[in-house]
């Protein structure tokens, strides 16, 4: 368990020798019930909704460890951390600082990122169409076609330009194997207009906040974007990394829950001027994400077994690696 979510409103958090202890209080006395025990050996992040309680002993035990704690609003939004101090960090991101200033080094790197994520996004596609034949090969080689030129834009704003088509296009074909009942036109996020878009969205701010701290921990900024800019309010480089993953794990889950009707109608509800999931359907789709994160699966590029956390992990090395000039830049890539 690399990732813990607690969700229920008002429950506690206390430490208990090397384990949390989470209880649902009653008439405000939080040692009542008990709900979960999760042991702190394997934990690299824990995820907290902002009416969860927590005692200072439990996050000082969590700093120890170099556990980061994020605070979540209703939508699944980050609204903050707790982060562990630095590590021996300070030449890492200084050199990080200096590359992200070099358009070249910029530019090449961006252009990985979304050359991988189109060709994720073409592998996928070729998955399901296998079984449903509901795209053209004419369509499918526009995805390679535009995967090969992301390879060497004239710029970052043509670079966004392609990865733009490459989104439009993908999810264009993508609608074609979702069932009847759930529609979806377009992508939409703030807000997300439709249950699809809900759980493309709750699925992205997952991916989103476990890479942001798999680059704090292994000691990179997680602001300084390549292919997103570099903005106050974001993690801009966690969104980059994110790029390639959005295929495999937001697109395909998306599929999966909603085809296999392990999401229903019902676990959605309107709010804000969008729809959301409810308690429910966030418990149901974070299960099946951490699922799939520690799937093993045999990784034809790396040329072993692995699993997409372990991809996380390796990506945001990659980086670093890249950064330092001790090793190229290898953005996750489905078989």
């Not at 506690?12 to 989470?22: G, K, M, T």
């Not at 209080?25 to 009416?51: A, G, N, T, V, Y």
């Not at 509901?134 to 330009?161: F, I, N, Q, Y």
């Not at 036109?185 to 207009?193: D, G, H, L, Q």
């Amino acid at each position: 368990m690399s990732t813990a979510y607690v969700e229920t409103d008002y429950a506690w958090v206390r430490l208990h020798s090397e384990r949390l202890r989470v209880y649902s209080p009653k008439d405000d006395d939080p040692s009542d019930d008990l709900l979960q025990e999760i042991p702190m050996l394997e934990l690299e992040r824990l995820c907290l909704r902002e009416h969860v309680q927590i005692t200072t002993e439990a996050l000082c035990a969590l700093l120890r460890r170099g556990v980061t704690v994020h605070y979540l609003d209703w939508k699944g939004d980050c609204l903050g951390a707790t982060v562990p101090p630095p590590g021996e960090q300070s030449a890492t991101r200084l050199r990080q600082y200096e590359r992200t200033k070099e358009d070249a080094f910029v530019l090449q790197h961006a252009g990985l990122l979304v050359e991988a994520k189109i060709r994720n996004q073409l592998r996928l596609l070729q998955r399901v169409n296998a079984h449903h034949a509901k795209a053209a090969a004419e369509e499918l080689d526009e995805l390679t076609r535009l995967a090969a030129v992301a390879t060497r834009p004239s710029d970052l704003g043509a670079l966004l330009g392609i990865e733009g088509a490459a989104a439009a296009l993908h999810y264009r074909i993508w609608e074609r194997f979702l069932p009847e009942g759930f529609p979806f036109e377009k992508r939409s996020t703030r807000p997300p207009a439709n249950a699809v878009n809900a759980c493309l969205s709750f699925a992205s701010t997952l991916v989103y906040h476990d890479l942001v701290a798999a680059l704090h921990l292994r000691g990179l900024d997680p602001g300084l974007g390549l292919l997103h800019a570099t903005q106050d309010g974001r993690w801009s480089l966690a969104l980059d990394l994110m790029e390639p993953f959005r295929p495999a794990l937001c697109d395909a889950l998306t599929l999966r829950l909603l085809s296999h009707r392990i999401l229903q109608p019902d676990e959605f509800e309107p709010h804000e001027g969008g729809v959301y999931l409810a308690e429910s359907g966030r418990r149901d789709l974070i299960a099946h994400y951490e699922r799939r994160l520690d799937r093993s699966f045999y990784s034809e590029p790396a040329g072993h077994r692995t699993t997409l956390r372990q991809a996380f992990v390796d990506e945001v090395l990659s980086l670093k690696a890249a950064i330092n000039g001790t090793g190229e830049f290898k953005p996750f890539r489905l078989n």
